[in-house]
T-cell receptor, first 111, second 113 residues
């Protein structure tokens, strides 16, 4: 099956700086790559996703890049704010809509 | 707005008890999923279902079973609860099979003593 690795496990940045989280996957058949944000005590929620026919997608301060050849994708958050503090999960999905999640990155934005 | 609800936020059970966790979604989604979430391990899939009465094993099905008698409801059953099943359990649903957003419930924190 698919294997998704996520790094780093923890990340601290100063408010206003950028944060980057990286994931690698093993199954070349995976074609959908969502990112979820989970605030403390809350449910995971989708923040951005990308499909395999696209190399980059941006939504305001959040962007995701995908390199299918190297089998890795990254989440970029610019101009970080304290409310960006949360755990972020990447996932890879192939046929059948089974998500394989990374182990999560705990992001802390220091005011 | 999609709504996924779970029957309990917190549950405490004794070793050996049979435990039922219920999940209901109100958006006519075909797919439903049960995950457990443990620190440092992320979200691990226990079981999922593509349709009523259909079920598929995920990555960690041992010690669990599921039931989907109606499209909107997906139940997770711990046949004989053990302490290593103490965890956060998250239910999710999605529209279709081919790469759609999964919507999560609020989670059930289960403690087995």
């Amino acid at each position: 099956g698919e294997n998704v690795e996520q790094h780093p496990s923890t990340l601290s940045v100063q408010e206003g700086d950028s944060a980057v989280i990286k994931c690698t996957y093993s199954d070349s058949a995976s074609n959908y790559f969502p990112w979820y944000k989970q605030e403390l005590g809350k449910r995971p929620q989708l923040i951005i996703d990308i499909r395999s026919n696209v190399g980059e997608k941006k939504d305001q301060r959040i962007a995701v890049t995908l390199n299918k050849t190297a089998k890795h994708f990254s989440l970029h958050i610019t101009e970080t704010q304290p409310e960006d503090s949360a755990v972020y999960f990447c996932a890879a999905c192939g046929t059948g809509n089974q998500f394989y999640f990374g182990t999560g990155t705990s992001l802390t934005v220091i005011p | 707005d999609v709504k996924v609800t779970q029957s309990s936020r917190y549950l405490v059970k004794r070793t050996g008890e049979k435990v039922f966790l219920e999940c209901v979604q109100d958006m006519d989604h075909e797919n439903m999923f049960w995950y457990r979430q443990d620190p440092g391990l992320g979200l691990r899939l226990i079981y999922f279902s593509y349709d009523v009465k259909m079920k598929e094993k995920g990555d960690i099905p041992e010690g669990y079973s599921v039931s989907r008698e109606k499209k909107e409801r997906f139940s997770l059953i711990l046949e004989s609860a053990s302490t290593n099943q103490t965890s956060m359990y998250l239910c999710a649903s999605s529209l279709s099979r081919w790469g759609y957003e999964q919507y999560f419930g609020p989670g059930t924190r289960l403690t087995v003593t």
